[in-house]
C-alpha cells in the first residue's frame, strides 16, 4: 500500500504570487481550470493501491481547503486529510510531526510532492524505478535538466552514473555544481524517518549555540538537513524525467503552465477542450471553458487560453493565453492577452489588458521558465504579465500593460508598467 503527501505551506509563502494569494490559499489556485494541487491529487489516484493524501500546511483559513478536499475525495474516491502544522516547520518538519499519521497502516512506501510545481507527473515511472533500489535504500528523488545557470535557483544533484545513486546534493547553490536538478517530488520508503530524526535531534541541540538564535529548533528542511548528508551514502536514488516539468512561484509561471496542462488534456482529457461549431466563438489551439461560462459567438480565444466559472464574455472579444478567473465580465471588443484577470473583475468595453510572457528560451534545450525580478535594478517594473486582482473595475478604451493591479480598485486611466496599489 502507498500513499502521498502534498507539501502546500502556508501563507508567509507565496509572496511572489501576490495579489492573486491574497484571496485563496496559492496551492488552490486555478490552473487550466483546476486547482494547481488537483493536477497532483489526479496523477496520485492513477497510482495502483494508493490509500491515502495527506495535505501538510499552515494554512488556518480552513473553507477553501475542506471544500476543495471534499469535492476532490468524492471525485477521485480516496481518502484526502489535511494535517495542520501549528507553524512553518520546513519541508521534513511536517513530515516527522504527523509520521505516526503518516505510518498508519504500514505504507510499503509514500510520496512526497511540493505544492508548487506542475508538470507530467510521472509516478508511475517513479514506482517501478524505485523497486529497483538496492534494500536499504531510503528514497527516489525525481531529476530533470536544467541549464547550467538555471540550475542555480533549484536542488542540485551529481549522480552515480551507473546506480543512478545521489553523490553530491547542494540546494541551490551559489556556482554550478551539475545541471541534475530536484524537481521536488519523491518517493520514501519508511526509513527516511530515522535520518528526519537524526536531523531534529542535531537541531535540536545545535540551536542551543547562543551564536544562532534565529534558527528555529523544529524547522526541518528535507533539502539541507536530509539530502545533504544522506548524499554519497547508497541510500538515495535519481528517477529522471524529461517530461514537462515547471515550478508556480509567479503569475507568469501560472500562464506557463495553464499552457502546458492544456496540452496534456489533448492526450487525457480532450473533451474538456474547446471546439470550433457554427454557434461557438472561433477557438484557436488549446482552449478550457468552464460550461456555466458565456462566451459571445463573436469572440476570438485562443490559443492557451482557461476561462473560469460564470465568466461572461461580451461579444467581439479577443483572449490569448490567458486565465480569467471565476465570475469575473469582459465586456464588448475588449482584448486580453498575456495576462490573469482576477475573481469579478470587470474589464470595460474597447479596452486592452496586456501583458509580456516570459518563455525559456528555445533554443536552448532543458531551459527553464526564468522568474525574473519583479523590480529591475533601477527601480522599475520589469515587464511581466498582467495580472488584474480580484473586484477590480477597468473602465472603457484603456490600456493596461505589463502592470500588476491589487484587489478592489476602481481604475480610471490607462497604465504601463505599474504595481497598481
Ligand atoms: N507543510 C509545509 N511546511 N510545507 C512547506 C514548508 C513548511 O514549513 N516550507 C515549504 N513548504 C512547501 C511549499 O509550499 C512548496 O510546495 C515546497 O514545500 C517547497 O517550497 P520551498 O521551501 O519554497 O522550496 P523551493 O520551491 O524554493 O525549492 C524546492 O523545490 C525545488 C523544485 O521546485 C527544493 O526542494 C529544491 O531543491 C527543488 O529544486
Ligand atoms: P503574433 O502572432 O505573436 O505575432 O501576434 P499578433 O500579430 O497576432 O498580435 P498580438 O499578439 O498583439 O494579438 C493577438 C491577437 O489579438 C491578434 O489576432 C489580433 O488580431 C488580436 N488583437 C490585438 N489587439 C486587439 C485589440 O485591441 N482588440 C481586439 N479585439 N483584438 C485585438
Known sequence: MIKAVILIGGPMKGTRFRPLSLDLPKPLFPVAGFPMIYHHIAACSKV??????????????????????????????????????????????????FRDQILIDNPKAFFVMNADVCGDFPLLEMLNFHKQNPAGSYGTILGTEATRQQSLRFGCMVEGKATHEVL???????????????????????????AIETAFKKNAKDSYKLDDPVQSREMIRLEQDIFVPLAGSGKLFICHTNKFWSQIKSAGAAIYANRHYLAIYNKT???????????????????????????????VVGPNVTIGKNVKVKAGVRLR????????????????????????????????????????????PFAKLDIPALFTDDGRLNPSITVIGSKVHIPPEVIILNSIVLPDKDLNSSYKNQIIL
Not at 553530491?168 to 530515522?194: D, M
Not at 477557438?283 to 459567438?297: E, K, L, N, R, S
Request: glycine share 6%; with cysteine.
Open 48 to 97: 495502483p493501491n494508493l490509500q491515502e493524501i495527506l495535505l501538510i500546511g499552515f494554512y488556518r483559513h480552513l473553507e477553501p481547503l475542506k471544500k476543495f478536499i471534499a469535492e476532490c475525495q468524492q471525485e477521485f474516491k480516496v481518502q484526502i486529510r489535511y494535517l495542520l502544522e501549528y507553524t512553518a516547520l520546513g519541508t521534513a518538519g511536517g513530515l516527522f510531526l
Open 168 to 194: 553530491h546534493y547542494v540546494e541551490k547553490p551559489e556556482t554550478f555544481i551539475s545541471n541534475i536538478i530536484n524537481c521536488g517530488i519523491y518517493l520514501f520508503n519508511p526509513e527516511i524517518f530515522q
Open 269 to 299: 482529457h480532450p473533451d474538456r477542450l474547446a471546439v470550433n461549431s457554427e454557434d461557438s466563438p472561433k477557438i484557436i489551439g488549446d482552449v478550457y471553458i468552464h460550461p456555466t461560462a458565456q462566451v459571445d459567438p463573436t469572440c
Open 321 to 364: 493565453e490567458s486565465i480569467i478567473l471565476e465570475d469575473a465580465v469582459l465586456q464588448d471588443h475588449s482584448c486580453i492577452l498575456y495576462s490573469i484577470v482576477g475573481w469579478n473583475s470587470i474589464v470595460g468595453a474597447w479596452s486592452r489588458v496586456e501583458g509580456t510572457p516570459n518563455d525559456p528560451n528555445p533554443n536552448k
